[in-house]
Nanobody
Framework: QVQLVESGGGLVQAGGSLRLSCAAS????????MGWFRQAPGKEREFVAA????????NYADSVKGRFTISRDNAKNTEYLQMNSLKPEDTAVYYC?????????????????WGQGTQVTVSS
């Protein structure tokens, strides 16, 4: 089992940047595909980005491609999401997630563990 704790959310103006972190407990972090999802009020949880266990493969939602970068440091059991050129429509609670395998990296069902979420608010 793994526990995930997100940090780094906050309020930023449009065009600004934020870096989210997700710290994982346990010694098996390197075994997991890691992902980021987000949920805005009244909307379903949506995929943002994913990275495979080695860090050699990534996947992004079209809406964030070219603006967001996912990465991981397996020595620190930590996943990151660098968010640049933020837009008001990026406002949401952001969740990190851990799961096995890559085939379902873009859907919530592909993940077994979730963090509690961190709020990101982008003002216009």
């Amino acid at each position: 089992q793994v526990q995930l704790v997100e940090s780094g959310g906050g309020l930023v103006q449009a065009g600004g940047s934020l870096r989210l972190s997700c710290a994982a407990s346990g010694r098996t972090f390197i075994s997991y595909t890691m992902g980021w999802f987000r949920q805005a009020p009244g909307k379903e949880r949506e995929f943002v980005a994913a990275i495979n266990s080695s860090g050699g493969r990534t996947n992004y939602a079209d809406s964030v491609k070219g603006r967001f970068t996912i990465s991981r440091d397996n020595a620190k059991n930590t996943e990151y999401l660098q968010m640049n050129s933020l837009k008001p429509e990026d406002t949401a609670v952001y969740y990190c997630a851990a799961g096995f395998g890559w085939s379902k990296n873009a859907v919530p069902d592909g993940y077994d563990y979730w963090g509690q979420g961190t709020q990101v608010t982008v003002s216009s």
